[in-house]
Protein backbone atom coordinates (compact mmCIF):
# COMPACT_ATOMS: atom_id res chain seq x y z
CA UNK A 1 0.00 0.00 0.00
CA UNK A 2 1.40 3.56 -0.99
CA UNK A 3 1.64 6.05 1.41
CA UNK A 4 2.39 9.83 1.11
CA UNK A 5 3.72 11.97 3.94
CA UNK A 6 3.37 15.58 2.95
CA UNK A 7 5.34 18.34 4.72
CA UNK A 8 6.41 21.91 4.35
CA UNK A 9 2.91 24.26 4.17
CA UNK A 10 2.02 27.21 6.41
CA UNK A 11 1.48 31.10 5.98
CA UNK A 12 3.51 32.75 3.76
CA UNK A 13 3.40 36.64 2.61
CA UNK A 14 2.40 37.61 -0.84
CA UNK A 15 5.59 37.17 -3.08
CA UNK A 16 7.42 34.79 -0.66
CA UNK A 17 8.40 31.01 -0.94
CA UNK A 18 7.67 27.66 0.13
CA UNK A 19 8.84 24.30 -0.29
CA UNK A 20 6.56 21.45 0.02
CA UNK A 21 7.85 17.76 0.59
CA UNK A 22 6.18 14.20 -0.15
CA UNK A 23 8.12 10.78 1.41
CA UNK A 24 6.44 8.23 -0.65
CA UNK A 25 6.51 4.43 0.16
CA UNK A 26 4.82 0.92 -0.62
CA UNK A 27 5.35 1.25 -4.51
CA UNK A 28 5.36 -2.64 -5.71
CA UNK A 29 5.16 -2.03 -9.45
CA UNK A 30 7.87 -0.86 -11.28
CA UNK A 31 6.72 3.05 -12.36
CA UNK A 32 4.80 5.21 -10.87
CA UNK A 33 3.59 9.11 -11.03
CA UNK A 34 3.72 11.42 -8.39
CA UNK A 35 1.77 14.91 -8.43
CA UNK A 36 0.62 17.84 -6.07
CA UNK A 37 -2.78 18.86 -6.51
CA UNK A 38 -4.75 21.53 -4.54
CA UNK A 39 -8.03 22.49 -3.53
CA UNK A 40 -9.10 25.86 -2.24
CA UNK A 41 -12.84 26.59 -0.63
CA UNK A 42 -15.46 25.91 -2.80
CA UNK A 43 -13.38 25.25 -5.99
CA UNK A 44 -12.91 22.13 -7.59
CA UNK A 45 -9.43 20.28 -6.63
CA UNK A 46 -7.08 20.72 -9.56
CA UNK A 47 -3.66 19.44 -10.50
CA UNK A 48 -0.62 21.72 -9.77
CA UNK A 49 2.32 19.44 -11.08
CA UNK A 50 2.89 16.11 -11.65
CA UNK A 51 6.23 14.21 -12.80
CA UNK A 52 6.53 10.26 -14.08
CA UNK A 53 9.70 7.94 -12.15
CA UNK A 54 10.19 6.93 -15.95
CA UNK A 55 11.76 9.83 -17.66
CA UNK A 56 11.17 12.35 -15.02
CA UNK A 57 8.84 14.54 -17.41
CA UNK A 58 6.84 17.24 -15.62
CA UNK A 59 3.61 18.52 -16.04
CA UNK A 60 2.53 22.10 -15.05
CA UNK A 61 -0.57 24.19 -14.53
CA UNK A 62 -0.28 27.55 -16.63
CA UNK A 63 -1.18 29.20 -12.92
CA UNK A 64 2.37 27.98 -11.69
CA UNK A 65 4.17 27.90 -14.36
CA UNK A 66 8.21 30.09 -13.93
CA UNK A 67 6.86 30.17 -10.45
CA UNK A 68 6.73 26.76 -8.84
CA UNK A 69 9.21 23.41 -9.41
CA UNK A 70 8.73 20.03 -9.23
CA UNK A 71 12.03 17.49 -8.33
CA UNK A 72 12.39 14.01 -7.19
CA UNK A 73 15.28 12.72 -4.89
CA UNK A 74 14.89 9.04 -5.66
CA UNK A 75 17.62 8.12 -3.02
CA UNK A 76 15.03 9.21 -0.49
CA UNK A 77 11.73 8.73 -2.32
CA UNK A 78 11.04 12.19 -1.47
CA UNK A 79 9.18 14.74 -4.16
CA UNK A 80 9.26 18.28 -3.66
CA UNK A 81 7.45 21.67 -4.80
CA UNK A 82 9.42 24.64 -4.46
CA UNK A 83 6.94 27.56 -4.86
CA UNK A 84 8.14 30.65 -5.28
CA UNK A 85 6.69 33.98 -5.86
CA UNK A 86 3.65 32.94 -3.98
CA UNK A 87 0.05 34.80 -4.66
CA UNK A 88 -2.67 34.88 -2.23
CA UNK A 89 -4.65 32.82 -4.81
CA UNK A 90 -2.60 29.77 -4.53
CA UNK A 91 -3.79 29.55 -1.02
CA UNK A 92 -5.33 26.38 -0.74
CA UNK A 93 -5.20 22.92 0.78
CA UNK A 94 -2.50 21.01 -0.73
CA UNK A 95 -2.15 17.20 -1.67
CA UNK A 96 0.88 15.09 -2.36
CA UNK A 97 -1.25 11.69 -4.77
CA UNK A 98 0.74 8.63 -6.25
CA UNK A 99 -0.39 6.37 -9.25
CA UNK A 100 2.25 3.19 -9.48
CA UNK A 101 2.19 1.35 -12.86
CA UNK A 102 3.91 -1.90 -14.52
CA UNK A 103 3.95 0.28 -17.54
CA UNK A 104 6.96 2.76 -18.54
CA UNK A 105 4.32 4.50 -20.78
CA UNK A 106 1.37 4.81 -19.25
CA UNK A 107 3.22 6.25 -15.78
CA UNK A 108 4.56 8.44 -18.28
CA UNK A 109 1.27 9.46 -19.62
CA UNK A 110 -0.04 9.85 -16.59
CA UNK A 111 2.14 12.54 -15.27
CA UNK A 112 2.13 14.17 -18.74
CA UNK A 113 -1.76 14.75 -17.80
CA UNK A 114 -1.97 15.50 -14.13
CA UNK A 115 -5.63 14.66 -13.92
CA UNK A 116 -6.84 14.03 -10.00
CA UNK A 117 -8.91 11.09 -11.55
CA UNK A 118 -5.89 8.82 -12.39
CA UNK A 119 -4.04 8.95 -9.05
CA UNK A 120 -5.61 6.94 -6.22
CA UNK A 121 -3.02 7.33 -2.96
CA UNK A 122 -3.61 10.25 -1.42
CA UNK A 123 -1.65 12.23 1.51
CA UNK A 124 -3.31 13.77 4.09
CA UNK A 125 -2.85 17.36 2.85
CA UNK A 126 -0.86 20.62 3.87
CA UNK A 127 -2.26 24.06 3.95
CA UNK A 128 -0.60 26.72 1.96
CA UNK A 129 -1.55 30.24 3.15
CA UNK A 130 -0.29 33.39 0.71
CA UNK A 131 -1.65 36.32 2.83
CA UNK A 132 0.32 40.02 4.05
Known amino acids: QVQLVESGGGLVQPGGSLRLSCAAS????????IGWFRQAPGKEREGVSC????????YYADSVKGRFTISRDNAKNTVYLQMNSLKPEDTAVYYC?????????????????????????WGQGTQVTVSS
Open 51 to 58: ISSSDGST
Open 97 to 121: AAVASNSLWRATILGARCRYADFGS
Open 26 to 33: GFTLDYYA
